[in-house]
Protein backbone atom coordinates (compact mmCIF):
# COMPACT_ATOMS: atom_id res chain seq x y z
CA UNK A 1 0.00 0.00 0.00
CA UNK A 2 1.27 3.26 -1.13
CA UNK A 3 0.01 6.89 -1.09
CA UNK A 4 2.47 9.86 -2.51
CA UNK A 5 1.99 13.09 -2.25
CA UNK A 6 2.96 15.84 -3.93
CA UNK A 7 2.59 19.25 -5.24
CA UNK A 8 3.78 21.27 -2.56
CA UNK A 9 5.83 24.20 -2.73
CA UNK A 10 6.02 28.10 -1.63
CA UNK A 11 3.86 30.34 -2.93
CA UNK A 12 2.30 33.85 -1.65
CA UNK A 13 -0.51 34.66 -0.16
CA UNK A 14 -3.74 34.81 -2.52
CA UNK A 15 -1.99 32.13 -4.84
CA UNK A 16 -2.98 28.86 -5.76
CA UNK A 17 -1.70 25.20 -5.60
CA UNK A 18 -2.68 21.91 -6.22
CA UNK A 19 -2.02 18.77 -4.40
CA UNK A 20 -1.85 15.44 -5.89
CA UNK A 21 -2.05 11.82 -4.34
CA UNK A 22 -1.13 8.82 -6.05
CA UNK A 23 -2.68 5.24 -4.58
CA UNK A 24 -1.52 2.06 -5.27
CA UNK A 25 -1.79 -1.59 -3.71
CA UNK A 26 -5.32 -1.25 -2.57
CA UNK A 27 -8.74 -0.95 -4.20
CA UNK A 28 -8.51 2.81 -4.48
CA UNK A 29 -12.48 3.24 -5.68
CA UNK A 30 -13.67 1.56 -2.47
CA UNK A 31 -12.06 4.05 0.03
CA UNK A 32 -13.15 7.52 1.22
CA UNK A 33 -10.11 9.38 0.59
CA UNK A 34 -8.97 12.93 2.22
CA UNK A 35 -6.61 15.75 3.08
CA UNK A 36 -5.41 16.16 6.84
CA UNK A 37 -2.73 18.95 7.48
CA UNK A 38 -0.24 19.82 10.83
CA UNK A 39 1.05 22.98 11.20
CA UNK A 40 3.98 23.38 13.37
CA UNK A 41 3.38 23.28 17.19
CA UNK A 42 -0.68 22.15 16.42
CA UNK A 43 -2.57 19.19 16.75
CA UNK A 44 -2.96 17.43 12.80
CA UNK A 45 -6.40 18.28 11.50
CA UNK A 46 -8.82 17.24 8.65
CA UNK A 47 -8.94 19.19 5.65
CA UNK A 48 -11.62 17.32 3.46
CA UNK A 49 -12.32 14.10 2.26
CA UNK A 50 -14.49 12.51 -0.24
CA UNK A 51 -16.79 9.72 -0.75
CA UNK A 52 -16.28 6.43 -2.42
CA UNK A 53 -19.89 5.80 -3.11
CA UNK A 54 -21.63 9.38 -4.34
CA UNK A 55 -18.68 11.75 -4.27
CA UNK A 56 -20.26 13.03 -1.35
CA UNK A 57 -17.64 16.09 0.25
CA UNK A 58 -16.61 17.22 3.12
CA UNK A 59 -14.73 20.88 3.97
CA UNK A 60 -13.28 21.79 7.14
CA UNK A 61 -14.58 25.23 8.04
CA UNK A 62 -11.52 27.39 7.68
CA UNK A 63 -11.48 25.91 4.37
CA UNK A 64 -14.70 26.08 2.46
CA UNK A 65 -14.91 28.11 -0.61
CA UNK A 66 -11.18 28.06 -1.18
CA UNK A 67 -10.39 24.27 -1.75
CA UNK A 68 -11.56 21.79 -3.67
CA UNK A 69 -11.10 18.08 -3.32
CA UNK A 70 -11.42 15.38 -6.20
CA UNK A 71 -10.65 12.33 -7.74
CA UNK A 72 -9.98 9.80 -10.17
CA UNK A 73 -10.51 6.63 -9.62
CA UNK A 74 -9.28 5.62 -13.38
CA UNK A 75 -5.71 7.18 -12.18
CA UNK A 76 -5.98 6.37 -8.37
CA UNK A 77 -5.65 9.85 -7.81
CA UNK A 78 -6.78 12.51 -5.43
CA UNK A 79 -6.48 16.19 -5.70
CA UNK A 80 -6.76 19.13 -3.74
CA UNK A 81 -7.05 22.50 -5.24
CA UNK A 82 -6.47 24.93 -3.05
CA UNK A 83 -7.06 28.56 -4.39
CA UNK A 84 -6.53 32.18 -1.93
CA UNK A 85 -4.11 30.65 0.11
CA UNK A 86 -3.32 32.29 3.50
CA UNK A 87 -0.70 31.87 5.96
CA UNK A 88 -2.34 29.92 8.49
CA UNK A 89 -2.68 27.40 5.53
CA UNK A 90 1.05 26.87 5.76
CA UNK A 91 1.20 22.94 7.10
CA UNK A 92 2.44 19.67 6.00
CA UNK A 93 -0.55 17.91 4.02
CA UNK A 94 -1.05 14.22 4.25
CA UNK A 95 -3.54 12.16 2.26
CA UNK A 96 -5.09 9.50 3.67
CA UNK A 97 -7.98 6.34 2.96
CA UNK A 98 -10.31 4.89 4.83
CA UNK A 99 -12.39 2.14 4.23
CA UNK A 100 -15.16 3.13 6.09
CA UNK A 101 -14.84 6.56 7.84
CA UNK A 102 -16.47 9.02 5.62
CA UNK A 103 -18.78 11.81 7.69
CA UNK A 104 -20.70 14.52 5.98
CA UNK A 105 -19.99 16.27 9.19
CA UNK A 106 -16.30 15.91 10.46
CA UNK A 107 -13.11 13.88 9.73
CA UNK A 108 -11.39 11.51 12.29
CA UNK A 109 -7.97 10.42 11.75
CA UNK A 110 -8.36 7.16 13.65
CA UNK A 111 -11.22 6.00 10.47
CA UNK A 112 -8.04 6.22 8.06
CA UNK A 113 -6.59 3.09 7.34
CA UNK A 114 -3.81 4.13 4.96
CA UNK A 115 -2.04 7.21 5.34
CA UNK A 116 0.67 9.11 2.64
CA UNK A 117 3.93 10.66 3.84
CA UNK A 118 2.65 14.13 3.62
CA UNK A 119 4.10 17.66 1.40
CA UNK A 120 4.83 20.74 3.18
CA UNK A 121 3.01 23.98 1.93
CA UNK A 122 4.53 27.10 2.83
CA UNK A 123 2.40 30.29 2.13
CA UNK A 124 3.96 33.30 2.76
CA UNK A 125 2.66 36.63 3.41
Known amino acids: VQLQASGGGLVQAGESLRLSCAAS????????VGWFRQAPGKEREGVSC????????YYADSVKGRFTISRDNAKNTLYLQMNGLKPEDTAVYYC???????????????????WGQGTLVTVSS
Open 96 to 114: AASISGYSDYDMIDTWYDY
Open 25 to 32: GFSFHDYA
Open 50 to 57: IDSTDGST
